[in-house]
């Protein structure tokens, strides 16, 4: 089976070849039609002249008109022009000087066109070369018609003459063409074997290589340039699963190895009821641990690899914010944190001022998201469960609802130290936890803001982080409303 390449430059051939075929064709006939027309056109005028003086004086002798006397300058106009003229009958009445003794034929059916007055052109066998004549009527007198024929030999000669150019022309241009293209395409096709050949040896390890630039940004440029990219995004998604699946493996590990101990300095000796009830208890925290872990990270497969879509039909945000500010408030009162959900738009000295995010009670009844309930809700407890573990003794956390032009806001804020701005990129990273978080003893993993920001942008929405007027940090949560 042929190449591409060669493929392409059979095809290259076969379209040049039937172009120029086609061209030469059209241009040949049209040689052709003007050079018999031109031929055609002189016959004519002759015709007519020598019919135009035999009708305006019907009174003298029929007489072909020949050239001047041998005094006058010599006349090129009949050289190769036969003339004879004819009655009705075909009987010719006179004849030029160079037919001699012969005439040209004349038949009934000519007789019978000529009679109704039509002009005739017609080649004839006569000779010892190709003949073509018109005949053209006389109008009154006793002469029927004015005959003048012409040799097509000069004609002919130049038609072959032109045909063997065009056929010269069209093979020197095939040959031309078909050279150029296929060097052409051996340029092209070799740019790309290059860099195939350089794309090959480009592996997982080795994704920080790159194709070499070939210079130019044309089209060949484009492509590695493009490529180049791609090659750049593959190496930050690998990077990515690469810190990820150490990252897991190192938060799997940790509860593990704990509960691991715990079962063995447990089971050393024998221990009351109450040991073995602590021992259970804390085994049971780990277990419970790394389950919300397991489901974090099956939850972001999922939406990873399209599993699981976020986008569902509209569902009311409020009822959910008033459930999980509920559940969290014990967590809040142990803390001594006053956790608030301001679903009507009231506001304190200092807080927020985002007044598009405004509503009262009734329209906040009525704020939807397109999004699952149930991941909804895994959003809010998340970043609400984030801003009450992280709010100082005393503090404020405030949840509040909002809408926007086409969008839905769910805000969560607090009055804590903030959250450094070289910190912010980096927070939605999976296992990413900032440096106010590992210096604290606040249990976590790492995977409740970048979960919340899977899901959030699964469904066409995205998180804001800001400072807030309360003094902390602010999540703004922007979810597509319905249409």
């Known amino acids: 089976m042929l190449s591409f390449r060669r ?4 095809a290259h051939v076969v379209v040049v070849t039937a172009v120029l075929a086609i061209a030469a064709t059209l241009t040949y006939l049209s040689l052709v039609a003007s050079v018999r ?8 005028a002759l015709a007519e002249q020598e019919a135009s003086m035999l009708a305006a004086n019907p009174a003298l002798p029929v007489i072909v008109h020949e050239a001047g006397a041998a005094s006058a300058p010599p006349s090129y106009a009949r050289l190769d022009r036969l003339v004879q003229i004819i009655d009705r009958d075909g009987k010719v009445l006179a004849r030029s000087a160079n037919l001699g003794a012969s005439t ?37 007198g006793r002469a029927l018609a004015v005959q003048v024929a012409g040799s097509l030999d000069d004609v002919d000669h130049n038609v072959d003459a032109a045909g063997w150019i065009f056929l010269a022309m069209g093979v020197v241009l095939v040959v031309v063409l078909t050279v150029t293209g296929t060097l ?56 990515a699963q690469r810190r990820f699946t150490a990252d897991a493996s190192h938060e799997l590990r940790s509860p593990l190895s704990r ?18 009830v602590e021992a259970l208890r804390s085994s049971l925290d780990e277990v ?13 497969a999922r939406l990873d690899s399209g599993q699981e879509s976020a986008t569902a039909s509209a569902v009311l945000i409020a009822p959910i914010l008033e459930e999980v500010v509920r559940r969290a408030r014990g967590t809040a009162e142990r803390r001594d944190v006053d956790l608030r959900l301001d679903l009507h738009g009231d506001r304190e000295p200092g807080a927020a001022d985002d007044a598009d995010a405004d509503v009262d009670a009734e329209q906040a009844s009525t704020i939807t998201a397109s999004l699952s309930k149930q991941l909804l809700v895994l959003v809010a407890t998340n970043l609400v469960d984030n801003a009450v573990k992280f709010a100082p003794a005393g503090g404020v956390v405030r949840v509040s609802l909002g809408a926007r032009e086409g ?32 210096a604290s003893d606040v249990p976590g993993t790492g995977l409740g803001l970048a979960l919340c920001d899977a899901i959030v942008r699964a469904a066409g929405g995205r998180i804001d982080i800001d400072a807030s007027p309360l003094g902390g940090g602010r999540f703004t949560v922007l979810l597509p409303a319905p249409r």
């Open 104 to 140: 040209l034929p004349v038949d009934a059916a000519l007789l019978a066109r000529l009679a109704d007055g039509q002009a005739v052109f017609e080649n004839l066998d006569y000779g010892d070369e190709p003949t073509r004549r018109v005949s053209v009527p006389v109008s009154g």
């Open 288 to 300: 419970v641990r790394l389950t919300t872990l397991a489901e974090e990270l099956l939850t972001l």
């Open 259 to 276: 509960l691991r101990t715990e079962l063995e300095i447990t089971l050393r000796r024998p221990r009351g009821q109450d040991e073995y």
């Open 7 to 10: 493929r392409l430059a059979l």
């Open 37 to 44: 027309a031109q031929l055609d056109g002189a016959l004519l």
């Open 407 to 438: 969008w839905s806001a769910v805000v969560v804020e607090d009055d804590g130290p903030g959250i450094p701005e070289e910190e912010r990129p980096r927070l939605f990273e999976r296992f990413y936890r900032g440096a106010g978080a590992r």
């Open 184 to 239: 052409m395409t051996g340029r092209v096709f070799g740019a790309i074997d290059n860099v195939t050949r350089q794309a090959q040896r480009i592996s997982d390890q080795t994704l920080s290589d790159r194709l070499p630039h070939p210079g130019p940004r044309d089209e060949m440029g484009r492509l590695i340039d493009t490529l180049n990219d791609m090659l750049a995004r593959l190496e930050q998604a690998f990077e």
